[in-house]
């Protein structure tokens, strides 16, 4: 196993911001940061991240944890895989595991990982250093790519010959398995063996937004009777639905300047990018997706979509503007002149020229299908069509303020009325609630196919050996949980099980001793919490430290639980006791905090040991029931007496000074001259 101390060391070297940026925009919000939550759909961020704590915490959806458990969830992976690859980010080098430690899911993950990368370098050096590879050098060399736009892109050249990466892989001791997880690699038809899976093709290397290579797509050099791009087949690694072609070098950018521009092609991206204007990414030779455009939104608010003005990129632009503004994204579009696209247009008149043009030509999504529909006669032949498209296109904004400030510009320019404008908006909002509640309908059906169709492959799959069980009480049950896209519901977790928890971190031993003395953890109904309690009357016992830092940085769940415990939405802003003398608490008396605390915690205690005396009391042969009855009346009267009894007389205040001193500085009061 990897040691503790390693397991301490990358989690001290993460920076769990800019490891969560890799997916969020945030922005600073006192002394956390703040974004929309990455694990549900949202419009109003509730996501926060605490680096003094390294944890995160979303107050929409509860989701919470350390800079582990966010790769984890992101990437779809385990703890040990989560761990390596935050230690080959940050320099931290761990030591290898035994094979039979690692789950099979975990070596396929990595193997193909592994399989991308060797094909990377395989296809780099081919395109650099083989005479077959002229040609593509010489397309590169025309776009005045050179050798380091090349290196960077991770560019190369799949050699014509049909087994030739597939025998060098071999021999360098890559798994067949691997390759063909990957699609690298494909089955002969004839079953004699495997041929590869990209032939004579300019290669580009697809990456995630961490930076790993998880796919590539090939282009096709010269005129050939076939597909001008191929790309990899969905992996365990990569879903071309949740993918966007240079993300990873554009995602800071987008963050600057909180705005994407989208363009169809991988050499738009990188000519782009190449002439400075670093804040583009392209939908990878997909049509645009949902997942997509939530993607882009955790970056940015703005989306400047420029697609090619053949028909194709009419129809492609249309759905993504539907698809943008339902994300919520305020949208632009651009069309380049004639016969030109991003990559030729910034090649022959430069970035200046693009800036200027994006600038003057760009348009709202409205005065743009205006603007072509009057251009094209549409508008004086098929206005009320046109009229309608807009109004669909409006409908899937979700703001209904937004959806009445365009319904106000639109009939500035159509002149049909807004009353009637409002009629038909309201008709097209009724038809798709039906749809999107049909396709729910339909998505969900489809899941639990595919939920019954894991189901009987892993009955039928052979048994192999055990998963590794990290440190503590971290066995956290997958197979149930809700997909990442799905909005997860909160563990809802007693309140006060959790306010006595967090005064024992927050106030240490003293407190720790207090309500030790009147609670145990039976009394505790979350079973999480009831082995945090247990752990830190443990850890008191033998005198080791107790501090919300010394469990943030513990094994999982730890810092999971802290998130929910610990941190607050709202944080009190800290010069608010320089402007009025009075230094604001959480918690006036601590004491007294606990003392509500406990009193519910036995109250509910003794609730559902009524409940359950009840049933065995049913339950009970005869000779036991008055046994059982006679439990239930005692427990049904001290509930009484707790009930009725102030909690200073259920609970008396601590004796020790220490503790009387946190009771009694409730607050600091200053004059103005003392604060001066």
Aim: proline residues 4%; neutral net charge.
């Amino acid at each position: 196993m990897i040691p503790d101390e390693k397991k301490e060391e990358v989690r001290g070297a993460a920076d769990i911001v800019e490891v969560v940026e890799d997916y969020v925009k945030l922005k600073r919000s006192g002394r956390s940061w703040k974004g929309l939550c990455p694990f549900h759909d949202e419009k109003t961020p509730s996501f926060h991240v605490t680096p003094n704590l390294g944890i995160y915490k979303c107050f929409g959806c509860g989701e919470s944890g350390d800079v582990f458990n966010f790769v984890m969830e992101m990437e779809g992976v385990g703890f040990v895989e989560a761990m390596r690859s935050l230690g080959d980010r940050y320099g931290v080098s761990l030591p290898e595991e035994e094979a039979e430690e690692l789950t099979e899911e975990h070596n396929l993950r990595e193997g193909i990982y592994h399989a991308l990368k060797y094909a990377g370098v395989f296809f780099f050096r081919h395109l650099m250093e083989t005479d077959k590879a002229k040609k593509a050098r010489d397309y590169l060399q025309k776009r005045g790519y050179n050798r380091e736009v090349i290196k960077k892109y991770g560019l190369g050249y799949a050699p014509p010959d049909g087994e030739k990466f597939y025998k060098t892989a071999i021999d360098s001791g890559i798994n067949e398995e691997y390759l063909l997880e990957a699609g690298l690699i494909k089955p002969s038809k004839r079953d004699d063996g495997f041929y590869d899976a990209f032939r004579g093709r300019l290669m580009f290397p697809i990456f995630n937004p961490s930076g790993k290579v998880i796919a590539y797509a090939g282009r096709v050099l010269g005129k050939k009777k076939t597909a001008k791009y191929i790309n990899s087949p969905q992996t365990k690694v990569y879903n071309k639905s949740k993918v966007l072609y240079g993300i990873n070098f554009a995602k800071n950018d987008i963050r600057k300047k909180n705005e994407v521009i989208l363009v169809e092609g991988y050499t738009d991206v990188i000519s782009l990018q190449q002439a400075g204007i670093k804040n583009v990414a392209a939908s990878s030779g997909t049509s645009l997706t949902p997942d997509q455009m939530k993607l882009l939104h955790r970056y940015g608010d703005t989306i400047t979509m420029i697609y090619d003005s053949d028909s194709a990129g009419k129809r492609a632009m249309k759905r993504g503007i539907n698809i943008a503004l339902h994300e919520g994204m305020d949208v632009k579009l651009l069309e380049l002149p004639e016969g030109e696209d991003p990559d030729s247009f910034v090649r022959q008149f430069g970035k200046e020229a693009f800036q200027e043009l994006k600038k003057e030509e760009s348009e709202g999504f409205l005065d743009y299908t205006v603007h072509k529909a009057r251009s094209s006669g549409r508008w004086n032949e098929a206005k009320e069509k046109v009229v309608t498209e807009i109004l669909e296109s409006i409908a899937h904004i979700p703001d209904q303020i937004k959806q009445e400030v365009e319904v106000q510009k639109l009939n500035k320019v159509s002149k049909i009325g807004d009353r009637a404008l409002f009629d038909e908006l309201g008709k097209i909002n009724s038809r798709l609630k039906e749809e999107r509640k049909k396709a729910k309908k339909r998505e969900q059906r489809r899941r639990e196919r595919e939920d019954r169709k894991r189901e009987q492959q892993d009955t039928d799959r052979p048994t192999h050996a055990p998963r590794p069980h990290t440190v503590g009480f971290n066995e956290q049950v997958k197979k149930n949980a809700p997909k990442r896209n799905e909005p997860k519901q909160p563990v809802k977790r007693p309140n006060y099980e959790k306010e006595l928890i967090r005064l024992m971190l927050v106030y240490e031993r003293d407190m720790i001793d207090y309500i030790g003395s009147y609670c145990n953890e039976n009394q505790f109904e979350d079973e999480q919490l009831r082995q945090f309690y247990e752990d830190i009357i443990e850890r008191y016992k033998e005198e080791k430290e107790v501090s919300v830092e010394a469990y943030a940085a513990r094994e999982h769940p730890y810092p999971q639980l802290i998130g929910e415990i610990v941190i607050d939405e709202h944080t009190v802003s800290e010069r608010h006791h320089e402007m009025v003398g009075v230094k604001y608490q959480k918690d006036k008396n601590p004491y007294r905090t606990a003392k509500g605390a406990m009193k519910a915690l036995k109250i509910h205690y003794l609730e559902r040991l009524q409940v359950d005396l009840y049933q065995r009391y049913n339950s009970a042969e005869e000779e036991k029931k008055k046994k059982v009855m006679k439990a239930m009346k005692e427990a049904g009267r001290q509930r009484s007496i707790l009930q009725q009894s102030p909690v200073d007389e259920l609970f008396p205040d601590p004796d020790s000074d220490a503790a009387k001193k946190v009771s009694d500085k409730v607050f600091e009061y200053k004059m103005k001259h003392e604060r001066e």
